[in-house]
């Protein structure tokens, strides 16, 4: 599958709303996955989460996350990492 421009995953984003499952890494090394709801504010992906929850702590320690986002069709989903 080739690689998504990003005005390609910026449609994909704006077409639906769809949940996204969020990858953090835990402070031993153990990825955390939780679903999320999210926003586009132009190129930024936007969502909530408590100060304490398992996810902010695991961003404040290392800021690398994997968000993949699947809009219901068969092998169709995209993962988007930042780093």
């Known amino acids: 599958m080739p690689e ?3 005005k390609e995953i910026r449609n994909f ?7 996204g499952k969020l990858g953090t890494i835990n402070k031993n ?3 955390h996955i ?3 709801w999210y926003t586009l504010d132009e190129d930024n992906i936007i969502f909530n989460t408590c100060n304490n929850s398992v996810k902010a702590k695991n961003i404040r320690g290392n800021n ?3 968000l993949c986002v699947d809009n219901q ?3 169709t989903s995209i993962l988007i990492c930042y780093y």
Do not use: A, D
Request: charged residues 10%.
């Open 64 to 66: 690398r996350v994997s």
């Open 4 to 6: 998504m421009t990003k």
């Open 73 to 75: 069709i068969p092998n």
């Open 29 to 31: 090394g153990i990825p």
């Open 34 to 36: 939780v679903p999320i």
């Open 13 to 19: 984003l704006l077409q639906g709303t769809f949940t």
